[in-house]
């Protein structure tokens, strides 16, 4: 299984989602900026270097804000998304192909991962009770 992490980082009422590089798997869907986690490395210290490597951006790690198990057809991933906050820079797209900030009630415009999907829905219907 892979350790897989990811950022759900705010501006107001806008969180912020990446579109995935044509040639990757699962190539433009949209996700949440993060990836594996490598040797050695805490999740927290891992989604810090992917922030930066990505987005060129510093952020600080908050609580854990949701996980799951998904299986994809060549992979199963134990994805961690975290709440976090920028602390140094706008995010700049360094190697996702387009970066958005959205609404909750925006998420139906967008094609995301299959693993992202429980989480969006959650937001969702957090926005609406809201």
Same mark, same amino acid.
């Given at each position: 299984?892979?350790?897989v992490?990811?950022?759900?980082?705010?501006?107001?009422?806008?969180?912020?989602?990446?579109?995935?590089?044509?040639?990757?798997?699962?190539?433009?869907?949209?996700?949440?900026?993060?990836?594996?986690?490598? #040797?050695?490395?805490?999740?927290?210290q891992?989604?810090?270097?992917?922030?930066?490597?990505?987005?060129?951006?510093?952020?600080?790690?908050?609580?854990?804000?949701?996980?799951?198990?998904?299986?994809?057809?060549?992979?199963?991933?134990?994805?961690?998304?975290f709440?976090?906050?920028?602390?140094?820079? #706008?995010?700049?797209?360094?190697?996702?192909?387009?970066l958005?900030?959205?609404?909750?009630?925006?998420? #139906?415009?967008?094609s995301?991962?299959?693993?992202?999907? #429980?989480v969006?829905?959650?937001?969702?219907?957090?926005?609406?009770?809201?």
């Amino acid at each position: 299984m892979t350790e897989v992490v990811a950022a759900l980082l705010w501006d107001g009422d806008r969180f912020l989602i990446c579109q995935r590089p044509a040639n990757k798997a699962r190539g433009l869907l949209w996700e949440f900026v993060g990836g594996k986690v490598e #040797p050695g490395e805490t999740k927290e210290q891992a989604l810090q270097r992917e922030c930066r490597e990505e987005l060129a951006i510093a952020i600080d790690v908050g609580p854990v804000f949701w996980e799951t198990v998904h299986e994809y057809p060549d992979m199963t991933v134990h994805l961690t998304l975290f709440s976090a906050t920028i602390v140094q820079g #706008p995010p700049q797209r360094l190697e996702h192909a387009d970066l958005r900030w959205i609404l909750p009630e925006e998420i #139906p415009q967008f094609s995301f991962c299959p693993a992202d999907k #429980p989480v969006l829905d959650l937001l969702q219907t957090r926005a609406k009770a809201e």
